[in-house]
């Protein structure tokens, strides 16, 4: 077997968060500026880090922001649920094939532990990266960069999985082969990754 580790993306990836990041990026904004943004100009939000997202909206408290975005998300957590039939995948017994789970995800330890942790998949990922463990993030290469360190593997013995653009960029830019999960992919035009998914457990298949 040629990957050592496999390495997910978590928002649109391992679980569907795309209604409550939106809903509660449009309260956030309207209650900032008193404009209601429409639902479809903000899917660019999804993959990046908050704090990305804020500066590209160019809100002028970021923290005030960040802040007022968590208190709302937190009103929609009930929304957010694992894509279905992950539960059975990540229960295959990949470490018979000796094959480590990881994430490298935009959301920082606090969204982590808030909005992943208690969904009930956390304890298959040994090694976890999270926006604070990196002065740059997706779509740099710098997330996957320090995952490698911190599990101590090479490029070419992971794969990294995720939803977006950024998230096969990252995985280009450190040098690690894609995997592009196409159960929530809203771009338009085709990402050019190494692998593409059509359920979770399509996954267990390339192993």
Same mark, same amino acid.
């Given at each position: 077997?040629k990957?050592? /580790?496999?390495v997910?993306?978590?928002?649109?990836? !391992?679980?569907?968060?795309?209604?409550a990041?939106?809903? #509660?990026?449009?309260?956030?904004?309207?209650?900032i500026?008193?404009?209601?943004?429409?639902?479809?100009?903000?899917? %660019?939000?999804?993959?990046?880090?908050?704090?990305?997202?804020?500066?590209?909206?160019?809100? *002028?408290?970021i923290?005030?922001?960040?802040?007022?975005?968590?208190?709302?998300? $937190?009103?929609?957590q /009930?929304t957010?649920?694992? %894509?279905?039939?992950? @539960?059975?995948?990540l229960?295959?017994? %990949?470490? @018979?094939?000796?094959?480590?789970?990881?994430?490298?995800? #935009?959301?920082t330890?606090?969204?982590?532990? #808030?909005?992943?942790?208690? !969904?009930? !998949?956390?304890?298959?990922?040994?090694?976890?990266?999270?926006?604070?463990?990196?002065?740059? /993030?997706?779509?740099?290469?710098?997330?996957?960069?320090?995952?490698?360190? $911190? =599990? /101590?593997?090479? *490029?070419?013995?992971?794969l990294?999985i995720?939803?977006?653009?950024?998230?096969?960029?990252?995985?280009?830019?450190?040098?690690?082969?894609?995997?592009?999960?196409?159960?929530?992919?809203?771009?338009?035009? *085709?990402?050019? =990754?190494?692998?593409?998914?059509?359920?979770?457990?399509d996954? #267990?298949?390339i !192993?």
């Amino acid at each position: 077997m040629k990957y050592k /580790h496999i390495v997910f993306d978590i928002d649109g990836t !391992l679980i569907d968060t795309e209604y409550a990041v939106i809903n #509660s990026l449009i309260k956030t904004i309207t209650e900032i500026t008193g404009r209601t943004p429409q639902y479809e100009s903000l899917k %660019f939000a999804l993959g990046i880090t908050g704090r990305n997202a804020l500066e590209l909206l160019k809100i *002028p408290d970021i923290e005030d922001a960040l802040k007022r975005w968590d208190r709302n998300m $937190k009103l929609l957590q /009930h929304t957010i649920q694992p %894509f279905s039939r992950y @539960q059975r995948m990540l229960a295959i017994p %990949f470490y @018979q094939e000796a094959i480590i789970l990881g994430i490298v995800t #935009s959301k920082t330890y606090q969204e982590y532990y #808030s909005d992943f942790e208690p !969904l009930g !998949l956390a304890d298959y990922f040994s090694t976890i990266v999270c926006a604070d463990d990196t002065d740059e /993030h997706k779509p740099q290469a710098a997330p996957l960069v320090a995952y490698l360190a $911190k =599990a /101590h593997v090479s *490029p070419e013995n992971a794969l990294y999985i995720g939803d977006s653009i950024y998230d096969i960029q990252c995985a280009n830019n450190a040098g690690v082969d894609s995997g592009l999960v196409l159960w929530s992919n809203n771009v338009s035009n *085709p990402i050019r =990754a190494d692998y593409y998914f059509k359920t979770p457990n399509d996954i #267990s298949k390339i !192993l």
